[in-house]
């Protein structure tokens, strides 16, 4: 295993990569979404809370009770609408993938996120295995969740002490052949009770967060053939490792 | 004046979320106007019109906290019971704060929003026969005459009969039938209520 801290400034980088916070974006668009399906939620209800009292009565008026059944099915069709929209502006495009040395993608994303880091005082490790098989991955997909795993640590560092304002960075062989990307940090790392909920959407450790960041990752992991998984750090802190099945050439018979 | 029929005024620029809400209030008997927007209702709406308002904090236009500021600047003591969706608990803080009577969250349980919509139509009610009361209790402070209205100040502060003729310059007797008069003028039954009246009026 090779250990240097200065990655090397080469490759060209995708202008979509550079420096895209998507926080804000994603919470906005979790405030909208939930919005939209919570209205109509709303109204079914309220509508069905007044049909079980209307029909209370000795003498109910089923015009009113036909017309709020009317709505009730509207709305249930409100909402799936909304569901739907969500989905197509979300696109389930398939993705490119391509064979890739994960070593040279962890170096072009410690250059991007390099100088984010420097301005939190915050440093950045990188651990590659040197002999290491090539994926089948899209590379901005993947590089994009680094990017925001190497955010999320970095979040999580914010009031560290000096000598753990240190972030890893690295690859190494893992389990079933398969091949591991990881982030490390020293920060408090999560509570075991949290850690089932940790990538489900709209789960959130921080008071501003939309809970999405995780979950999103997870499903850019998925895409890959890949899983998202965390495990805690030594001593202490957080590490989240992407394990990767290698590339394999198909054989032609 | 219109008759004096407490009624909701529901607030919310959703019309589904509107007439759902319309609908639930007139299953159980209580009167309903409906406005989609905070500027639609306060047009319509007169101070004197006993009630409550169930209001969606978040709408376009003015918000529901906008409206409330206005009701606040209109001397509209209407309570307001606010609707929030799940993500709005700050707004619903600073509701609060603004003097909101109560907020209720999307979807809505029904039991709750009726109970706190009995109470907030209670506490207006009260509030307006408070103020009614008040009101008529100042018209009659301004039936007594100057030296009976003296009469009355000197009587809150407790001061005995023997001392009032003194400062006045007035018989024990003549005070006796000043306080009479100042009794039977606020329609207090006893020097209590009177001092009670007295610090309202203040």
Same mark, same amino acid.
């Given at each position: 295993?090779?250990?240097?801290?200065?990655?090397?400034?080469?490759?060209?980088?995708?202008?979509?990569?550079?420096?895209?916070?998507?926080e804000a974006a994603l919470t906005e668009l979790a405030g909208g979404i939930a919005h939209e399906i919570n209205q109509p939620l709303s109204a079914i209800a309220t509508y069905a809370q007044a049909c079980v009292r209307m029909l209370a009565n000795p003498a109910p008026d089923l015009q009113e009770i036909q017309s709020a059944l009317q709505q009730i099915t509207d709305q249930a069709l409100r909402a799936g609408d909304a569901i739907r929209s969500v989905r197509q502006q979300?696109?389930?495009?398939?993705?490119?993938?391509?064979?890739?040395?994960?070593?040279?993608?962890?170096?072009?994303?410690?250059?991007?996120?390099?100088?984010?880091?420097?301005?939190?005082?915050?440093?950045?490790?990188?651990?590659?295995e040197s002999d290491l098989q090539?994926?089948?991955?899209?590379?901005?997909?993947?590089?994009?969740?680094?990017?925001?795993l190497l955010r999320n640590a970095a979040d999580a560092l914010v009031d560290a002490q000096h000598g753990d304002r240190e972030i890893q960075l690295g690859t190494r062989h893992g389990d079933n052949d398969n091949v591991e990307v990881f982030v490390r940090d020293r920060g408090h790392g999560v509570a075991t009770e949290l850690r089932e909920r940790l990538f489900h959407p709209f789960f959130s450790t921080r008071r501003t967060g939309a809970g999405l960041g995780l979950a999103i990752a997870?499903?850019?992991?998925?895409?890959?053939?890949g899983t998202l998984l965390y495990r805690p750090n030594a001593p202490a802190g957080a590490e989240f490792y992407l394990s990767l099945p290698v590339y394999q050439k198909r054989v032609q018979i | 004046m219109k008759a004096a029929v407490s009624t909701v005024f529901v607030v919310d620029d959703d019309l589904a979320v509107r007439s759902s809400l319309g609908m639930l209030l007139r299953s159980v008997g209580l009167p309903v106007m409906g406005y989609s927007s905070a500027s639609d209702f306060?047009?319509?709406?007169?101070?004197?019109?006993?009630?409550? *308002?169930? @209001? =969606?904090? %978040?709408?376009?236009?003015?918000?529901?906290?906008?409206?409330?500021?206005?009701?606040?600047?209109?001397?509209a003591m209407i309570p307001v019971i606010f609707i929030t969706g799940h993500g709005d608990v700050p707004m619903a803080v600073e509701a609060m704060q603004l003097g909101a009577f109560d907020f209720v969250q999307k979807p809505v349980r029904d039991q709750d929003l009726l109970d706190r919509i009995q109470k907030?139509?209670? *506490?207006? @009610? =009260?509030? %307006?026969?408070?103020?009614?009361?008040?009101?008529?209790?100042r018209k009659r402070l301004t039936t007594l005459t100057p030296r009976e209205r003296q009469v009355m100040d000197l009587m809150?502060?407790?001061?005995?009969?023997?001392?009032?003729?003194?400062?006045?310059?007035?018989?024990?007797?003549?005070?006796?039938?000043?306080?009479?008069?100042?009794?039977?003028?606020?329609?207090?039954?006893s020097l209590a209520q009177l001092v009670r009246i007295a610090i309202d009026l203040t």
């Amino acid at each position: 295993m090779t250990e240097h801290s200065a990655p090397k400034v080469d490759s060209a980088l995708p202008a979509q990569l550079a420096r895209v916070s998507r926080e804000a974006a994603l919470t906005e668009l979790a405030g909208g979404i939930a919005h939209e399906i919570n209205q109509p939620l709303s109204a079914i209800a309220t509508y069905a809370q007044a049909c079980v009292r209307m029909l209370a009565n000795p003498a109910p008026d089923l015009q009113e009770i036909q017309s709020a059944l009317q709505q009730i099915t509207d709305q249930a069709l409100r909402a799936g609408d909304a569901i739907r929209s969500v989905r197509q502006q979300v696109g389930t495009k398939p993705t490119q993938r391509d064979a890739a040395n994960l070593n040279e993608l962890v170096a072009d994303v410690a250059l991007l996120i390099t100088p984010e880091l420097q301005r939190e005082r915050l440093s950045l490790v990188l651990q590659v295995e040197s002999d290491l098989q090539q994926v089948n991955i899209n590379r901005l997909g993947v590089q994009q969740l680094l990017l925001d795993l190497l955010r999320n640590a970095a979040d999580a560092l914010v009031d560290a002490q000096h000598g753990d304002r240190e972030i890893q960075l690295g690859t190494r062989h893992g389990d079933n052949d398969n091949v591991e990307v990881f982030v490390r940090d020293r920060g408090h790392g999560v509570a075991t009770e949290l850690r089932e909920r940790l990538f489900h959407p709209f789960f959130s450790t921080r008071r501003t967060g939309a809970g999405l960041g995780l979950a999103i990752a997870k499903s850019i992991a998925r895409s890959q053939g890949g899983t998202l998984l965390y495990r805690p750090n030594a001593p202490a802190g957080a590490e989240f490792y992407l394990s990767l099945p290698v590339y394999q050439k198909r054989v032609q018979i | 004046m219109k008759a004096a029929v407490s009624t909701v005024f529901v607030v919310d620029d959703d019309l589904a979320v509107r007439s759902s809400l319309g609908m639930l209030l007139r299953s159980v008997g209580l009167p309903v106007m409906g406005y989609s927007s905070a500027s639609d209702f306060l047009t319509h709406y007169e101070v004197h019109q006993p009630g409550c *308002l169930v @209001l =969606d904090v %978040r709408m376009p236009g003015m918000s529901g906290l906008e409206l409330q500021q206005q009701l606040n600047l209109k001397g509209a003591m209407i309570p307001v019971i606010f609707i929030t969706g799940h993500g709005d608990v700050p707004m619903a803080v600073e509701a609060m704060q603004l003097g909101a009577f109560d907020f209720v969250q999307k979807p809505v349980r029904d039991q709750d929003l009726l109970d706190r919509i009995q109470k907030a139509l209670v *506490l207006d @009610l =009260d509030n %307006r026969n408070k103020l009614q009361q008040h009101d008529s209790q100042r018209k009659r402070l301004t039936t007594l005459t100057p030296r009976e209205r003296q009469v009355m100040d000197l009587m809150t502060k407790g001061r005995p009969n023997k001392l009032m003729a003194a400062d006045l310059d007035l018989s024990q007797r003549t005070i006796e039938i000043h306080r009479a008069h100042v009794m039977q003028k606020m329609q207090a039954n006893s020097l209590a209520q009177l001092v009670r009246i007295a610090i309202d009026l203040t």
